[in-house]
Nanobody, 114 residues
C-alpha cells in the first residue's frame, strides 16, 4: 500500500520561507515522477511543481522563482522549498505521484500572514 506523508507546514509572515517534505512508502520511489499541489480555502486543488525520476523539474508560473522542488531517493522524500511567501500561498499542500499513485493524504497547512 502506497502511503504519502506531508510535513513542514506552519504559520509564517509574508516574505518568509518554509520547506515542506513528503515521505513516500510502498513503491519504488526512485522510478516515479512526483508532484506538489495545493488547495486554498474555497478553491480547487492546483498543481504547483513536479520532478521527474531523473530530476527534471517543472514549476507553475505562479511559484516559479520562489519555490523549488527537489527529491532525495535515498530517503524516499520529495521536498518543496518555498521562499518569499505571500498571503495568497496560504493553502493545504499535498504531494502525489504523477500519475497519481495513492489517495490524497491529509497534506500540510501553510498559512502566510500579511
Amino acid at each position: 500500500q502506497v502511503q504519502l506523508e506531508e510535513s513542514g507546514g506552519g504559520l509564517v509572515q509574508a516574505g518568509g520561507s518554509l520547506t515542506l517534505s513528503c515521505v513516500v512508502s510502498g513503491i519504488a520511489f526512485s522510478t516515479i515522477d512526483m508532484g506538489w499541489y495545493r488547495q486554498a480555502p474555497g478553491k480547487q486543488r492546483e498543481f504547483i511543481a513536479r520532478i521527474s525520476s531523473s530530476g527534471f523539474r517543472l514549476h507553475d508560473r505562479s511559484v516559479k522563482g520562489r519555490f523549488t522542488i527537489s527529491r532525495d531517493n535515498a530517503v524516499n522524500t520529495v521536498y518543496l522549498q518555498m521562499s518569499d511567501l505571500k498571503p495568497e500561498d496560504t493553502a493545504i499542500y499535498y504531494c502525489n505521484g504523477i500519475p497519481q499513485i495513492a489517495s490524497w493524504g491529509q497534506g500540510t497547512q501553510v498559512t502566510v500572514s500579511s
